[in-house]
């Protein structure tokens, strides 16, 4: 098993910036690729960005060129890098892992004036 911990959501105002991270601990030896979900008010959970073990990295489109997405040295924890952030991007954000498909249990990214 493999136990997510995210941190650094909050309420941020249109054009601003957070980051956010996630702590991977448990069985990581098999984790192959790390990123981001989120789960808006009435929408389904869509991918945000994910990064795989030897660097390759993938955007949605609604995020490229405000996103970033990194992995820590010891390969155990992920980032991501928001910025511009615009009301849209509300949502709560999920770390991911895989290929068993671990979750954690989400942060609240709230973006308004």
């Known amino acids: 098993q493999v136990q997510l911990v995210e941190s650094g959501g909050g309420l941020v105002q249109p054009g601003g910036s957070l980051r956010l991270s996630c702590a991977a601990s448990g069985r990581i030896a098999g984790i192959y690729v790390m990123g981001w979900y989120r789960q808006g008010p009435g929408n389904q959970r869509e991918l945000v960005a994910t990064?795989?073990?030897?660097?390759?990295?993938n955007y949605a489109d609604s995020v490229k060129g405000r996103f970033t997405i990194s992995r820590g040295n010891s390969k155990n924890a992920v980032y991501l890098q928001m910025n511009s952030l615009k009301p849209e991007d509300t949502a709560v954000y999920y770390c991911?892992?895989?290929?068993?498909?671990?979750w954690g249990q989400g942060t609240q990214v709230t973006v308004s004036s």
């Open positions: 991911y892992a895989g290929p068993g498909r671990f």
């Open positions: 990064i795989t073990s030897g660097g390759s990295t």
